[in-house]
């Protein structure tokens, strides 16, 4: 039997996952190895059903770099998948520039472009690229793809692409790029399967997950999105800041006297929930705690989701449905009421008893004008699915 193998490198992480090959792929196994390059390098895998198949530390060896990951990965999979016969593997990539507004075949060339969007993605890119390395030395000879996380919202239009810049700097590529294209690939797909007319609607997903974005979409189509440059703008995260006046990173530089990297640290890793909770980056931490600066975070975290509600209706002329994914928007009753209580003027009203009822997939009340849903994501699909097609 013929399988994707799907790839998703970070800077100390290789998640993996693979899909039976076919007209629509189908998850089998998805495993997570984290701390690489640490001694405290561990591995985990799961079965499509979520049952623990591997659980266990990685020696030095295997944990000590992305091919060495790679490489034990390889080992549980031939010990979990049988006749393990890989026939293309998918890439998560984040960064596809101006250019990739659709999965890419990875050649020497397309490597090379990858290459060269580094500066955008300082942090992310070069992860990426060593996992596709790793994979090409482990896996020559086999089509590799990427899948970016800007491409789907490489079609919005120049109000919603530019900054108040310079044109020279949009020309250079400084644009609001927006992330999390897979996820949001997989919602309008899986919109328009379950309601055709909702599928050609206007409708804002709320991707609220560690990392946290909002898309407006039309008829499928990505118009706005609230990440820009980065995937810091927008909505506060776990641990990123989200929306900044730019005026405080001269603050921070000219008064405080911050390096860029001191502030790279701030910005990315100490702010958002964390940040602003001083206690965790997760929500259900946060969710459980009386102290007051946790109910502050999540007052934040809600009403920024609600401002960014109105602003990507005005980008596409109303709203249709809104849809919750990603681990916070799938999982917490709490956040989505407080997200939609006081929107009833824009034509949300949420059936309490249908947010709090598991796996309901409508949740807002019979009578109101815009549908409010909870869709699960699923990223590593939509990267199967790019991989089985280029294959
Ligand atoms: P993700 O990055 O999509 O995996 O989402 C991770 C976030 O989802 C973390 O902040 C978790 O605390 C949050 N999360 C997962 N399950 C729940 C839950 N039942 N209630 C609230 N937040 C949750």
Redesign the pocket.
Known sequence: MAHILTLNAGSSSLKFGVFEAGDEPAELVAGLIENIGSPDAHMRLKSEAGAVLEDRDLSSVEGADHGGALKAALAVLKAHVSGLDVVSIGHRVVHGGMEFSEPAKLTADTIAQLEELVPLAPLHQPANLTGIHAAIAAFPGVTQVACFDTAFHRKHPFVQDTFGLPKEYYDKGVRRYGFHGMSYDYIAGALADMSPELGMGRVIVAHL???ASMCGMKGGVSVSSTMGFSALDGLPM?TRTGQLDPGVMLYFMQQEGLSADEISDLIYKKSGLKGMSGIS????TL?ASDDPAASEAIDYFCSRIQREIGGLAAAIGGVDALVFT???GE??VTIREKVCTGMEWIGITLSNDLNATRGETVISAADSPVQVMVIPTNEELVIARAAAKLA
């Open positions: 997950g560690n990392g776990g980056n997760d929500m259900r969710e990603g681990g916070i999982n917490s």
